[in-house]
């Protein structure tokens, strides 16, 4: 039908330092993604050891696709005659990997401004940038891309997948989060940062009350009356009668962020936005409780997803009794140095998060550790350490999505979902296992066999010839 | 008191857990980790391998809880407490502090004890209140560029999950939190504990408003930004800080009364706070454009009330402060609690005293002056880590000083003073500071109410800190001696009840790894009114330290290594060495067996009984311990401690002395028989000395031959009648052999050991073999290697002359039967090589009879020779003393007293212990009194030990008994009763017996060096009200009470 995957990556990565050379030559050389076009209407991958993620695993079934949705998933599916089969039998299938919180896919990670709740990812993602490749050949199809944690208030977040020339092509949901950090940005100090939030926090007061005053104001003076109230009860008046376009950008994400709904003088006014939620960056066990309260205060801590460093599993009571899901952080390993003996103790910190009940989300380690990036790999270091299988393939898969409140579209290999698929050589879980083929959407996205950066990377010599401008 | 015998039982258990459960947690620690770091690297392969197999079910199990906290509640009992309450400033000798659910139940002196509550009872240490900084050592200022901000909160900087262990081992357990002193009004500073549970650490997060007069020339608010772009724009400056002390209080009151304008326009607030003037709505107060939080929390903790924190750098600083605070009250506000912070930087103390001191009355005249009741904070403990900074001829500067606080005490003796460090200095010592402060002249009770109940007060914290009583938070410190001796540690802290810190265990770093199987004991420190060293010296109100069982110093003050544990004794204890049992059995269990020199009877010694402990409960912490029957050749005697954890601690030398018997027998053949012992003794010993050389020479010349090689050397070998020598037939038979077999074998018996030669039962062919006689039991070893190893023979004389048993090789066991057809001594001649091929001689055969008479010879062990009479004493001394030159110990020397003139003038001398280089041996002696104190003599009662004491003999205390020994401190009472003076029976226990057993290099005195063996008693040990208090042996407290 087709004569070949359109969407599969060409040029490696990863090893950036030496590819980049000759990756310049190759890249104008015309091999850059080609447009997505419409999926295939009928996919069918037949044979597969399927993991579902919800449900029993499958020995050896059939996922069949149809217009980009997950059509039937079971051992005994009826393939329709026009479906274009991929026979994988033997092979491993999961849903694709979700990278629940990442600043990679911008140009810069952070603004230089502190508070930013105005911007969103949108405008800085690239969608050219040799990271969504990277995702591919990873297996990961879906990528929340958010302002990192080096700010106070970061932006608006978005969840992308790794193919398409345009960002709208690109995206799965608009931006539903808003990065914030309790951890000090670079030249902050705590007390800096908490009164930099509380402050942008009472300025959105401030600014709606002011704003309801001025409505209050102009109905009097469009009614020709002269103001005939103290400012606070001209805020009551007021307050019913801001609109929508009142807002400005700045405060428009904040007022979402807090509900969405005015509240001026301590009284409910209209509610004029959709509310968003907040992805809350807590470095340290000890801005587990900060981030609590201002999430409590300002009424988003129904939306609040907390990512944590390494040290927060000391503050695992908190975190049991906030029981919000959390993002652990690329080092799985936190260590701590007894400060009378000098002594290094060792937590894994994935198993403690699990043990206290919590739901949370796997990421990819630092970009110059090859393993870590692997969010396979990450899954596969928590099963060692004791977290059930499943729940460490949860971690990857379902529970960013649940995060993400998208567990209706994607996270697992069920009828009715985004067909995200990753055909794994082997066990996903085994670190011998690669990734051959992806699907999102239906579309065969990538396909080791044609991952030609790949090749040209793993082929011998290639290193030393490569390093070579021609 | 029944009731309560159980509990405490635990108790104990519980405090004589805490060291070994944290070294088991850091043990558990230690091993995940390196689980952690091998399992790391096959982290990927296990996944895999799990991943294939099962698939695990859903985590229903995998919640933890949270477990209840167990030690929250319990009964301590301490040498001395602390409660630093106004009502009892003083501390309560054996007080007892009651916590239940970590408060503090009930302080005092014999409460009854609760029943269900664990007792902890810390015989040495005392118990204080936690300390309270209010210096503000966490305080880490704030990078805001706002002169006066509200915004900045204290609370939001404190790791809460910190571990703040360094703080805690000072002794601090709770801390003011501050925002920063380097701006008018900082921010809003909190009090937090340094331990305990997170969410409950701090314990008000908004506790005081933080301003700082004197600091100017603060650095600019306005600095281009790098770079400025459309993300960063170029903002214009906001205002500086007020730069004059003039501005600094006009600025103040404009915010305030800015404040008092905002209370009817608290914005977005319906309750907001009231208590300012009224305004008129709508009136002066317009909303900023632009909003200002830093205004605005300004306003919101003013109006909160919150009190003041004022820091102040100079005299006039205090003057303004004082007098903006009497504004304030003047002004008709509510009172608003107000405290300074930092008196010593001030130039003129002097004037600064004056400012405040002299304040109300002399300002009395212009008019009412309401009074100031202002608390002060001053940092005292600045630069006594390291040296200040030169201030030179500059007559401005005056020394501030500890004075500071003592001076103020004394004018105000109302004012509440409190002691701190330095703003942001993690290493704040506040019990140094409270030291230094009575250095300045401050009483001990105030110093250290003054780092506790009084910043508590100033906190605002009294409710829950500060003091122990009744009510109040579990939060104290057990430290190793009072809180204001320099030389105290803190060992422990208990935060909310709970134990939050223990001293560490101190690692043995100098000494490696000399005791691996037990961790050395903590360092002690013995402060007593006398200490008797044994030297002849007596140090008055001195102290020793013992560390890894030895005693490292002693002395007037000795050195206090961390946390060292303290006993103090002053001012009625008596502290001596450790008692020596010159003479006993202790460790035989009766065992009967007579002593070849060959018999290692330190062996019987393995783990400490209960009869040790008795022994060393009375105060002998060393036993030479010798064996009920000795061989004609001698027996060994073994030295003892009675108390330790093991053999290597237990055994203080293996061979102590070689003991020989006179007793009963006519003095000139038992000294014959001992001159020939000694003269085959010398034989082995010279053949040693010469072989020893020989190596010498050899391993110098770097494994040359020296002279010929392979000369053959032989030597005429001869034995005695007795059960074993001589020509014995055997048959054998049973076992693979279809018809006997016989033969001949010639044995010889040298002590208990046995060689010979057998005819080989197979070819004829002479063999060689060796064993033991052990009572009738003869065990032989065949010397010929065969594939199933060397064939041994066990029989049983089971008469006279004739032997059954079973002779082994290899898995086969054949009847043994042997009949002895000849039992004249034998003589057999024996040809050995002198050298191997190399060159290196070949050592001469190892002979354990003989072996301990080599040190004898050396004079590094004496040779103690039970005598009864004048002659038997008289050919001891000669043999001894005169021929052989060796230190002897005359053991019981009844008849003593009528040769005293050949013994006197032979003591021992004093000092130091034998050279071991120098061969020459020392010819002392010394006499063991008999066991009986009081005996007759030309039928007058007569105590020995008095009489020759008198004589200037060194004499020692036996037992002759096993614990009989606990007896000897009354034996040598009973002496002193008899004549003997207390200090001689002192150094008959001690120094002399030790030196008599060359032992002095390790026992007997309380030198450094020697083993920390010590008794404590109360008065002097042979006073007649005198008791024994404390026995330490090996740096290890001897307990009570099983």
């Known amino acids: ?470 | 008191m029944t009731h309560a015998t159980k509990p405490r039982a635990r108790a104990a258990a519980v405090a004589a857990d805490l060291p070994v459960g944290r070294s088991a947690r850091k043990l558990v620690a230690s091993l995940a980790t390196g689980l952690v770091r091998v399992a790391f690297g096959f982290a990927v392969v296990g996944a895999a391998a799990h991943a294939t197999g099962q698939l695990e079910g859903d985590r229903s199990a995998g919640s933890t809880q949270r477990s209840a906290d167990p030690g929250r509640s319990f009964v301590l009992r301490a040498k001395a407490v602390y409660p630093v309450t106004p009502e009892q400033p003083l501390p309560i000798e054996r007080g007892m502090i009651v916590v239940r659910d970590g408060r503090i139940a009930a302080v005092g002196r014999d409460l009854p004890l609760p029943p269900d509550l664990p007792v902890i009872e810390l015989r040495d240490e005392v118990v204080c209140p936690g300390f309270v900084s209010a210096g503000g050592v966490l305080a880490e200022p704030h990078t805001g560029p706002e002169s006066v901000s509200g915004a900045y909160r204290a609370a939001d900087a404190f790791d809460t999950y910190d571990d703040y262990a360094e703080m805690l081992a000072r002794g601090t357990t709770t801390v003011h939190l501050g925002p920063g002193e380097h701006r008018l009004v900082s921010g809003v500073g909190a009090v937090a504990k340094l331990a305990g549970p997170p969410e409950q650490r701090v314990m008000r997060s908004a506790a005081d408003l933080t301003v700082t007069l004197g600091v100017f020339g603060p650095p600019p608010l306005f600095e281009p930004p790098f770079y400025a772009s459309s993300d960063v724009p170029i903002e214009p400056a906001r205002r500086q800080r007020p730069d004059s002390r003039l501005g600094q209080i006009l600025e103040l009151h404009e915010r305030i009364s800015a404040a008092a304008r905002e209370t009817g326009l608290s914005s977005g607030r319906e309750d907001g706070s009231p208590g300012g003037v009224g305004v008129p709505p709508g009136g002066v107060g317009v909303p900023p454009a632009k909003f200002d939080i830093h205004l605005h929390a300004f306003n919101e903790a003013w109006l909160a009330g919150l009190p003041l924190r004022i820091q102040v750098r100079h005299a006039a600083d205090i003057e303004a402060a004082l007098q903006f605070l009497r504004r304030l009250e003047a002004g008709g506000a509510a009172t608003r609690p107000a405290y300074l912070v930092g008196l010593t930087e001030i130039e003129r103390v002097a004037e600064a005293l004056d400012a405040i001191v002299g304040h109300p009355p002399r300002r009395a005249s212009s008019g009412p002056t309401p009074h100031v009741d202002v608390p002060f904070v001053i940092r005292v403990e600045r630069g006594y880590r390291a040296p200040g900074e030169n201030i030179g001829g500059d007559p401005g500067a005056l020394e501030p000083g500890l004075t500071t606080a003592a001076q103020l005490a004394r004018l105000m003796p109302e004012a509440r003073v409190a002691l701190a460090g330095e703003a942001g200095d993690r290493q704040e010592d506040l019990r140094a500071a409270a030291i230094l402060a009575t250095r300045g002249g401050l009483s001990p009770e105030r110093a250290l109410a003054a780092i506790t109940r009084v910043p508590a007060e100033i906190l605002h914290m009294d409710d829950r800190v500060g003091s122990l009583a009744p009510g109040k938070d579990a939060d104290f410190l057990v430290l190793t001696g009072p809180p204001l001796d320099i030389n105290s540690f803190v060992r422990a802290a208990y935060v909310g009840g709970q134990l939050v810190f223990t001293a560490p265990q101190p690692r043995d770093s100098r000494r490696g790894a000399a005791r691996p199987t037990a961790e050395p004991p903590p360092p002690l420190v013995i402060r007593a009114g006398t200490i008797w060293v044994g030297d002849g010296t007596v140090i008055r109100d001195g102290s020793l330290l013992i560390e890894d069982g030895k005693i490292q110093a002693v002395g007037q003050r000795v050195p206090h290594p961390p946390f060292a544990r303290i006993i103090d004794a002053r001012p009625d204890g008596f502290v001596v060495p450790g008692f020596i049992d010159a003479h006993g059995h202790l460790g035989l269990s009766g065992d009967q067996t007579v002593a070849a020199p060959d018999l290692p009877v330190h062996r019987s010694v393995g783990v400490a009984g209960r009869e040790f402990l008795r022994v060393a409960r009375a105060g002998v912490t060393t036993v030479l311990q010798a064996p009920y029957r000795t061989a004609a050749n001698g027996g060994q005697m073994a030295a003892i401690k009675t108390y330790g954890r093991d053999r290597s601690e237990l055994v203080a030398r293996e061979v102590a002395g070689l003991k020989f018997t006179m007793r009963g027998q006519d003095p000139l053949t038992a000294v014959e028989a001992l001159r020939k012992v000694f003269q085959t003794a010398r034989k082995y010993d010279e053949d040693w000395k010469k072989y020893e050389a020989e190596l010498a020479a050899w391993k110098a010349s770097g494994g040359q031959p020296i002279t010929k090689p392979a000369e053959a050397r032989e030597s005429v070998e001869q034995g005695r009648p007795d059960p074993v020598t001589g020509k014995w037939e055997y048959d054998v038979r049973g076992g693979p052999l279809s018809e006997p077999v016989s033969g001949t074998v010639v044995l010889k018996l040298t002590g208990t050991s046995i060689e010979g030669r057998m005819s080989d039962p197979t070819d004829g062919e002479e063999l060689r073999v060796s064993g033991t006689l052990d009572g009738n039991e003869i065990m032989l070893e065949i010397e010929v290697d065969t594939p199933v190893g060397r064939p041994t023979i066990r029989a049983t004389i089971d008469r006279e002359d004739h032997a059954v048993g079973t002779v082994t090789v290899g898995g086969f066991a054949l009847d043994f039967e042997a009949t002895r057809v000849d039992k004249s001594a034998v003589e057999f001649r024996v040809s050995r090589k002198k050298r191997t091929k190399d060159g290196r001689p070949v050592p001469p055969k190892l002979d354990f009879n003989l072996e301990p008479f080599r040190p004898l010879l050396a004079g590094k062990i004496p040779a103690v020779v039970d005598v009864e009479t004048g002659a038997q004493i008289s050919v001891a001394a000669k043999l001894f003393l005169d021929e052989l030159k060796l230190p002897l110990v005359l053991l019981g020397a009844e008849g003593a007293a009528d040769v005293a003139d050949r013994l006197v003038g032979r003591k021992p001398e004093a000092g130091a212990p034998p050279p071991t280089s120098a061969p020459a041996p020392e010819a002392t002696v010394g006499v063991v009194v008999p066991r009986e104190i009081r005996g007759t003599r030309l039928r007058r009662p007569y105590c020995p030990a008095a009489d020759l004491s008198r004589r200037g003999i060194p004499i020692a205390l036996q037992s002759d008994s096993e614990d009989g020994a606990r007896d000897l401190p009354f034996m040598a009472l009973f002496a002193v009763r008899e004549g003997l003076g207390g200090d001689a029976a002192l150094k008959a226990l001690t120094i002399d017996a030790a030196r008599m057993y060359k032992l002095d290099d390790r026992l007997g005195s309380l030198q450094p060096n020697r083993d920390g063996d010590v008794l404590i008693f109360h008065g002097h040990p042979f006073d007649a009200g005198s008791r024994l208090e404390r026995v330490i042996v090996g740096g290890q407290e001897v307990p009570d009470e099983e």
């Open chain 1, 1 to 470: 039908m087709h004569g070949k995957p359109r969407y599969s990556a060409f040029v490696p990565a990863w090893l950036r330092g030496f590819v980049v050379t000759w990756l310049c030559g190759f890249v104008t050389a015309g091999a850059v993604a080609q447009p997505p076009a419409v999926p295939p209407e009928r996919v069918a991958l037949t044979g597969a050891r399927i993991i579902p993620v919800v449900g029993a695993p499958i020995a050896s079934g059939t996922v069949l696709v149809e217009r980009g949705k997950i059509a039937a998933v079971g051992p005994e599916v009826e393939i329709p005659y026009d479906a274009r089969v991929f026979d994988v039998s033997g092979k491993f299938v999961m849903p694709g990997m979700i990278d629940v919180h990442t600043a990679r896919g911008l140009d810069i990670p952070n603004e230089s401004r502190p508070v930013t709740p105005h911007l969103d990812v949108a405008d800085a993602l690239d969608p050219s940038q040799l990271f969504f490749e990277d995702c591919l050949r990873l297996g990961i199809t879906a990528v929340h891309v958010i302002p990192a944690n080096n700010t106070v208030i970061g932006g608006l977040g978005r969840v992308v997948r790794p193919i398409g020339l345009t960002v709208g092509e690109m995206t799965i949901a608009e931006g539903e989060f808003l990065k914030i950090a309790i951890t000090p940005r670079r030249g902050f100090d705590r007390m800096l940062q908490m009164a930099t939030l509380r402050e942008t926090f009472l300025e959105l007061d401030d600014y709606l009350a002011r704003v309801a005053e001025k409505r209050y104001e102009d109905k009097l003076k469009e009614e020709d009356k002269q103001i005939d109230v103290g400012p606070d009860e001209a805020r009551k008046r007021g307050r019913d009668l801001v609109r929508a376009e009142d807002v400005d950008d700045q405060h428009r994400n904040l007022l979402r962020l807090c509900g969405g709904q005015v509240r001026v003088a301590g009284g409910p006014g209209p509610k004029l936005f959709q509310p968003l939620g907040a992805f809350v960056y807590c470095g340290n066990a000890m801005d587990i409780a900060l981030a609590v309260r201002l999430a409590k205060d300002h009424a988003f801590f129904d939306r609040t997803v907390l990512v944590l460093g390494g040290e927060c599993h000391k503050a695992v009571a908190e975190l049991k009794q906030a029981a919000r899901p959390v993002v652990l952080p690329g080092d799985l390993t936190y260590r701590a140095t007894d400060p009378l003996t000098g002594e290094v103790h060792e937590t894994f910190v994935p198993k403690k998060i699990f043990d206290a009940g919590l739901l949370f989300a796997l990421v990819p380690g630092p970009d110059d550790s090859y393993a870590e990036r692997m969010l396979n790999y990450q899954a596969a270091q928590c099963v060692r350490y004791g977290v059930p299988r499943d729940e460490a393939l949860r971690a990857i898969t379902l529970n960013p999505a649940k995060m993400l409140g998208l567990d209706g579209r994607l996270g697992s290999i069920e009828p009715g979902k985004d067909a995200h698929l990753v055909v794994f050589s082997g066990d996903p879980l085994d670190f011998s296992s690669v990734v051959e083929q992806v699907f999102i959407d239906g579309i065969p996205a990538y396909d080791r066999a044609k991952d030609v950066r790949l090749q040209r990377l793993l082929s011998p010599g290639t290193s030393d010839s490569t390093a070579k401008p021609e």
